[in-house]
């Protein structure tokens, strides 16, 4: 499967921005989907995932309550919704898709396939 990120920019502390990914191919259901972003200097780190068929999702301690991923199937895109952002939520936020996992996994080397990354900037 290939993944397309797209939907960052600049925008000030306090603000909005919602990422989308779209899929190709015809199983995008059968993966879990995860988002993960990787500020400058710092590792890749897991932010949110949702199930194959998106009636569990789960999130990094430091975005609950302000980010909300969902997926649409039928359109093979899954998105993450990000309010009251912070300058430390500034990083390359990027896509992936895992075929194996039962549930979720919050691990990268879970995730078979990865987007190209969508850079997200928050100003103070």
């Known amino acids: 499967v290939q993944l397309q990120a797209s939907g960052g920019g600049l925008v000030q502390a306090g603000g909005s921005l919602r990422l989308s990914c779209a899929a190709s191919?015809?199983?995008?259901?059968?993966?879990?989907m995860g988002w993960f972003r990787q500020a400058p200097g710092k590792e890749r780190e897991f932010v949110a995932a949702i199930t194959r068929g998106g009636g569990s999702t789960y999130y990094v301690d430091s975005v609950k309550g302000r980010f909300t991923i969902s997926r649409d199937n039928a359109k093979n895109t899954v998105y993450l919704q990000m309010n009251s952002l912070k300058p430390e939520d500034t990083a390359v936020y990027y896509c992936?898709?895992?075929?194996?996992?039962?549930?979720?996994?919050?691990?990268?080397?879970?995730?078979?396939?990865w987007g190209q990354g969508t850079l997200v900037t928050v100003s103070s």
């Open positions: 191919g015809r199983t995008f259901s059968r993966y879990v």
């Open positions: 992936a898709a895992d075929y194996g996992s039962p549930g979720y996994s919050n691990s990268r080397t879970s995730y078979d396939y």
